[in-house]
Every structure is written in C-alpha cells, then in structure tokens.
C-alpha cells in the first residue's frame, strides 16, 4: 500500500512539472541557453548578447564607478556574459503567449534546474523576478524575468552569467533594474 501511494504522489509530481514545462509552443527549453536559441530569430523576439571581454570588464567596471560603489564595480567586473532575450506582443494570442507560455516555461526550467528564486523587486511600475543558481557559495548565473519598460504584456528575460559572491549577487539585484530599460533596448 505504501508503495502504491509513494509512486502515485511521485507520479502527480512528475505530471505536475511536465504541465508547468510544456506551456510555451513546441518542445519545452531544459535550460536557459535553450530558451534563448529555441525563441532567438522568432517574429517579434530580439535577443542580445555581450560576452565581456577585457574591453567589456573596463566598460563594466567604469559603469559601476558611476553607481558610486565599491561592491557594485565589484560585481560587473565579475561578470562574463550577459543575454537579454525581449519580446513586445502586437496581437492578442501574442499576448496570451506571454501569459500563458513564456513565463510557465521559464518558471519551470528555473524550477527543474534548481535555480534558487530570489527576492522580488518593483522599480516603478516594473517587476522583476530573480533567480540565481549556485555551486556552494559562489553563484554561476542570476536571470530575471520581467517586462520591457513601457510595454507592460511584454516578456524579457536577462541571463547574467559569471562567479558572484553572495554580496556581488545582492548589487547585481540592486543595480539591474537602475538600467533595465539600457539592457532591453
């Protein structure tokens, strides 16, 4: 009998997640690389992308001066690539593509990749969502979800990747939505 309950509950689960997964059109993304190419060249869809090179750390750690801080300069120069996926609707299923698929999409691979959520954060009428995943103490990747600044349906989704402390994670949080809408043009 306990067996049959244990797999049933652990059934349910599996069921529960595969519904979470499969929201967006076509085969769910497993990772956040795989969200960025499989919606990369789709109508309506802008991805950018930074790898930071010295030039780029510089530029970096120059932007972060201007924020006045120490750990903020400390934080940019820490990171070594940055992807900005935007999406703005012009049609209702668009719409419902943001409502409906984009965000329970990444909802799920954040969750199926054991991305830590992180406190949310309002910046006007803005949201952002965060989540970082982590090897022990340093953090590899922090994305955050949201909108793009002045279209309030809209999807975008910034993947921030490098080797954080905890400390360096907590600036990135503070500082992103400061140049939110920089980042989605």
Do not use: H
């Not at 668009?94 to 830590?116: I, M």
């Not at 309030?152 to 402390?165: D, K, Y």
């Amino acid at each position: 009998m306990k067996i049959r309950l244990l797999t049933f509950f652990a059934m349910a689960a599996l069921l529960a997640v595969t519904s979470c997964r499969s929201a967006g059109p076509g085969q769910p993304a497993k990772t956040v690389d795989q969200f960025f190419r499989k919606y990369e060249g789709r109508s309506g869809f802008k991805v950018n992308d930074w790898s930071a090179g010295l030039t780029t750390r510089l530029l970096l750690m120059k932007v972060g001066s201007l924020g006045g801080e120490n750990s903020v300069t400390q934080a940019l120069s820490a990171v070594r690539s940055v992807k900005v996926l935007t999406f703005v609707p012009s049609s209702s299923s668009a719409r419902q593509l943001v409502a409906d698929g984009l965000n329970k999409e990444v909802d799920g691979l954040l969750a199926s990749e054991r991305y830590t959520p992180l406190p949310v954060t309002e910046s006007g009428t803005a949201v952002l969502r965060y989540a970082a995943r982590q090897q022990g103490d340093k953090v590899q990747e922090v994305v955050a979800t949201g909108n793009v600044d002045g279209a309030p349906e809209s999807f975008m989704l910034v993947a921030i990747s490098g080797n954080f402390t905890q400390d360096q994670l907590q600036q990135l949080v503070k500082f992103l939505p400061k140049v939110k809408s920089e980042i989605s043009k």
